[in-house]
């Protein structure tokens, strides 16, 4: 059987550690990522009150709240392009040499380029064929497809740019990791 503690035995505060925030690699335009996702927020939490605590729900905000998350999934998505954080498949470019790391580097920010620029030709075309209003509010659907097909557009650019700074320098951060454990990059 254990004895009890002693209640006169004080047990030492928790230490915590604080982490130090680090927000060079943000950039004035992932600004636009988090004034959209606030907006969102507040659409979201209009909904809930009006439909839950009113009982009379605004029938706009369900498709305003679906159409603004689109928007923040894309520009979130010309964000993690110009930092270079997509999800990329690093397992074989530990045995892979270091000449083959850079053909393997040059074809995926080539294909990803090409690939960026085709979805936004393509999201483009849809743009200029719907004619439809969105059924809540009578603003057009084509508006949020533009929107698409220009963050398609800037995604190409910072895929290109990024493809240049790769052969420029001969690195990146799949041909280097060791390199790119220390550093963040922005792009100004």
Same mark, same amino acid.
């Given at each position: 059987? #254990?004895?009890?503690?002693? !209640? ?39 909904? *809930? *009150? ?16 679906? *159409? ?100 420029? !320098? ?8 060791? #390199?790119?454990? !220390?550093?963040?990059?922005?792009? !100004?």
């Amino acid at each position: 059987m #254990k004895t009890p503690a002693d !209640d006169n035995t004080l047990t030492p505060p928790i230490e915590l550690e604080e982490d130090i925030i680090d927000l060079s690699d943000q950039h004035w335009t992932d600004s636009f990522v988090l004034i959209l996702f606030w907006v969102l927020a507040g659409i979201v939490f209009l909904q *809930f *009150f009006t439909r839950y605590i009113l009982n009379d729900s605004l029938a706009w905000t369900e498709e305003i709240a679906r *159409f603004f998350l689109i928007g923040v999934t894309f520009f979130g998505a010309i964000m993690a392009t110009r930092k270079q954080t997509h999800i990329a498949v690093e397992f074989f470019f530990r045995w892979v040499p270091r000449t083959g790391r850079r053909i393997a580097q040059f074809s995926i920010d080539a294909i990803t380029t090409v690939f960026f620029v085709v979805l936004a030709f393509l999201t483009a075309q849809i743009a200029g064929r719907t004619r439809q209003l969105m059924v809540s509010v009578e603003f057009p659907k084509s508006a949020l497809y533009w929107i698409v097909a220009a963050a398609f557009v800037f995604m190409a650019l910072y895929s290109a740019w990024n493809m240049w700074v790769h052969l420029r !320098d001969g690195t990146s951060r799949l041909i280097d990791p060791e #390199k790119y454990a !220390d550093q963040t990059r922005a792009i !100004d």
